[in-house]
Nanobody, 123 residues
């Protein structure tokens, strides 16, 4: 099994910054795509940013120019640097990881979700 542990959420004023981290551990053979999603009260979960194993990134239009996703492959960790935060960024942020596990040969695909971390931006 693969576990994800998120950290870095909190309360910040509008215009401020936060950095989220998500570390994957367990029976990992390889990690392909890593991403951050968020879900605000009463809304569907949405993709915020994603990054491939090769470093290609994509962002939701609402966060382009303000958020930066990055990863440390040696640590199986993905980060989300959030700058110029707005009240509408308030949500629970979830880490998502796709990869191959090594529970038993051959490696098999897995998808894991983090437990979620609350980000609250006050106006």
């Amino acid at each position: 099994q693969v576990q994800l542990v998120e950290s870095g959420g909190g309360l910040v004023q509008a215009g401020g910054s936060l950095r989220l981290s998500c570390a994957a551990s367990g029976s990992i053979f390889s990690i392909n795509a890593m991403a951050w999603y968020r879900q605000a009260p009463g809304k569907q979960r949405e993709l915020v940013a994603g990054i491939t194993s090769g470093g290609s990134t994509n962002y939701a239009d609402s966060v382009k120019g303000r958020f930066t996703i990055s990863r440390d492959n040696a640590k199986n960790t993905v980060y989300l640097q959030m700058n110029s935060l707005k009240p509408e960024d308030t949500a629970v942020y979830y880490c998502n990881v796709f990869g191959l596990d090594r529970l038993s040969p051959p490696p098999k695909p897995f998808e894991s979700w983090g437990q979620g971390t609350q980000v609250t931006v006050s106006s």
